[in-house]
C-alpha cells in the first residue's frame, strides 16, 4: 500500500508543479523518477515518452501511467495517473467556479486580454515547432494542406481524419520509404 | 444523469483519438462546441488561457473545465475520467502485450501519416482560437483588438529567439497579464 501512495504522491507533486504538460514536463519527471526515486532509468523514460508520444491520450497521462505500471503493475499505473489527474482537478474546479463570479472585473479582464495574446502566440508556436518535426517529405506536406482545408472548411469529424491519416500513413509510407533508399 | 454519460462518453471519445497529447484535445473540444451547447468559442478560449497559466498537464485542465463549465463540479471529475481511461487501458496493454510497439512497422507507417494531419488539425484549431482572442467577434464583421494582436506578434517573434527559448511559458503568461492590466487591453 505504501508504494502506492508513494507512486500517487510523486505524480501529484509532478502534476502539481509543471505547467503546459507533455515535453514541458520531461526535466521534472526526470527529476523525480530517475534522479530522486530510482524508478526507471533515462532511456526507460525516453521510451515511454515515445510510446507516450504515438499513442492516444494526454502524454503526461500516458507516462504517468506507464511508469506507474512497470512499478507497480496494473494498480500502480492506476495510482500514478490519479496523482498526476489530481492536482488538475483541483486547481481548476476552483478557478472555473469562482472564475465565472469575477468574469465582470475590470481588471481580470483586461489581464485575461493580455494572456491571451500569449496563449495565441505559445501556441502558434507549437505549430510552427510541429510543423518542422512532421513535415519530413513532400507527401506529408500534401496531406498536411490537405488535412488542414479539410478542418478549416469542412465539417468532417476529428476524429474520422485522424483514423484516414493512420490509414494514408499505412499505404503510402512505404512508398515514400521506397523512394527515399533509390 | 443522461447528459453525465454524453459528457463522459464524449472526453471517452478524445481520449481515444487525441493523438498527440494536449494541443491535439483541441481540435476535439472545437468539434464540441458545434455539436452540442456546453460552451461556446469565446469560453474555450478562456478555458485554454486558464489551462496554460495553471499547473498540470495542458490536455487534463481543458478537459477538467470543460467538464466544470457544462455540469458542474462533478462533470470536471467525469469529463477528466472519460479522457484518461482510454490511456490507462491502452498503455497498459502496450506495456503488458507490445515489446516494441513503437518500433512496428505498421505503427510507425501510420504515424507517418498522422504526424502530418495533426499538425494541421492543431493549426486549424489553433487558428480558430487565434481569431476568437485577437478579435471582437461583433454581427458579420471582425473588429481587430489591435493592441492584443500587437502584443502576440511581438512575443511569438521573440519566442523565435533562440536564448529566450529556455524562459518558462508562466513567465510570459504573468508578464502578459500585467502588460494587459498596465495598458488596459
Known amino acids: 500500500m505504501k508504494q502506492y501512495f508513494e507512486l500517487f504522491w510523486a505524480f501529484f507533486r509532478i502534476g502539481g508543479?509543471?505547467?503546459?504538460?507533455?515535453?514541458?514536463?520531461?526535466?521534472?519527471?526526470?527529476?523525480?523518477?530517475?534522479?530522486?526515486?530510482?524508478?526507471v532509468t533515462e532511456e526507460e523514460l525516453l521510451d515511454c515518452y515515445a510510446i507516450g508520444q504515438c499513442t492516444p491520450g494526454i502524454i503526461a497521462v500516458n507516462t504517468a501511467t506507464f511508469v506507474g505500471y512497470?512499478?507497480?503493475?496494473?494498480?500502480?499505473g492506476i495510482f500514478s495517473t490519479l496523482g498526476m489527474v489530481a492536482p488538475s482537478l483541483?486547481?481548476?474546479?476552483?478557478?472555473?467556479?469562482?472564475?465565472?463570479?469575477?468574469?465582470?472585473?475590470?481588471?481580470?479582464?483586461?489581464?485575461?486580454?493580455?494572456?491571451?495574446?500569449?496563449?495565441?502566440?505559445?501556441?502558434?508556436?507549437?505549430?510552427l515547432a510541429l510543423a518542422k518535426k512532421s513535415l519530413i517529405s513532400p507527401l506529408c506536406i500534401v496531406w498536411c494542406v490537405f488535412i488542414f482545408l479539410l478542418a478549416m472548411?469542412?465539417?468532417?469529424?476529428?476524429?474520422?481524419?485522424?483514423?484516414?491519416?493512420?490509414?494514408?500513413?499505412?499505404?503510402?509510407?512505404?512508398?515514400?520509404?521506397?523512394?527515399?533508399?533509390? | 444523469m443522461k447528459e453525465l454519460f454524453l459528457l463522459f462518453g464524449e472526453f471517452f471519445k478524445i481520449g481515444l483519438f487525441a493523438v498527440g497529447g494536449g494541443p491535439?484535445?483541441?481540435?476535439?473540444?472545437?468539434?464540441?462546441?458545434?455539436?452540442?451547447?456546453?460552451?461556446?468559442?469565446?469560453?474555450?478560449?478562456?478555458?485554454?488561457?486558464?489551462s496554460e497559466s495553471t499547473p498540470g498537464p495542458l490536455g487534463l485542465n481543458m478537459a477538467t473545465y470543460a467538464g466544470v463549465q457544462t455540469m458542474g463540479v462533478f462533470g470536471g471529475a467525469v469529463s477528466t475520467m472519460g479522457l484518461v481511461i482510454p490511456s490507462i487501458?491502452?498503455?497498459?496493454?502496450?506495456?503488458?502485450?507490445?515489446?516494441?510497439?513503437?518500433?512496428?512497422?505498421?505503427?510507425?507507417?501510420?504515424?507517418?501519416?498522422?504526424r502530418p494531419a495533426v499538425t494541421a488539425l492543431i493549426a486549424a484549431a489553433v487558428l480558430g482560437i487565434c481569431k476568437v482572442s485577437l478579435f471582437v467577434v461583433g454581427g458579420e464583421q471582425l473588429q481587430p483588438e489591435i493592441k492584443t494582436i500587437c502584443l502576440c506578434a511581438v512575443i511569438f517573434g521573440l519566442l523565435q529567439i533562440k536564448k529566450l527559448q529556455k524562459i518558462h511559458p508562466i513567465v510570459w503568461i504573468l508578464s502578459a497579464a500585467i502588460i494587459g492590466i498596465v495598458f488596459r487591453f
Not at chain 1, 508543479?17 to 524508478?39: A, C, D, I, R
Request: hydrophobic share 55%.
Open chain 1, 17 to 39: 508543479l509543471t505547467f503546459g504538460g507533455g515535453l514541458s514536463m520531461l526535466p521534472m519527471l526526470k527529476y523525480e523518477l530517475v534522479e530522486k526515486k530510482n524508478w
Open chain 1, 70 to 76: 512497470k512499478k507497480c503493475g496494473i494498480a500502480g
Open chain 1, 90 to 127: 483541483v486547481i481548476i474546479t476552483t478557478i472555473a467556479l469562482f472564475l465565472e463570479q469575477f468574469m465582470g472585473n475590470k481588471w481580470l479582464g483586461h489581464a485575461l486580454m493580455g494572456v491571451r495574446a500569449v496563449v495565441c502566440a505559445l501556441m502558434l508556436n507549437t505549430v
Open chain 1, 153 to 182: 472548411f469542412t465539417e468532417v469529424p476529428t476524429i474520422l481524419l485522424v483514423v484516414m491519416s493512420g490509414v494514408f500513413g499505412i499505404l503510402f509510407n512505404g512508398y515514400a520509404k521506397g523512394r527515399k533508399s533509390e
Open chain 2, 24 to 50: 491535439a484535445t483541441l481540435p476535439f473540444l472545437m468539434d464540441l462546441t458545434e455539436k452540442y451547447d456546453w460552451f461556446t468559442m469565446k469560453q474555450l478560449t478562456n478555458m485554454v488561457a486558464i
Open chain 2, 89 to 114: 487501458v491502452v498503455i497498459i496493454l502496450i506495456a503488458k502485450f507490445m515489446e516494441g510497439f513503437s518500433e512496428n512497422r505498421f505503427v510507425k507507417a501510420a504515424f507517418w501519416g498522422i
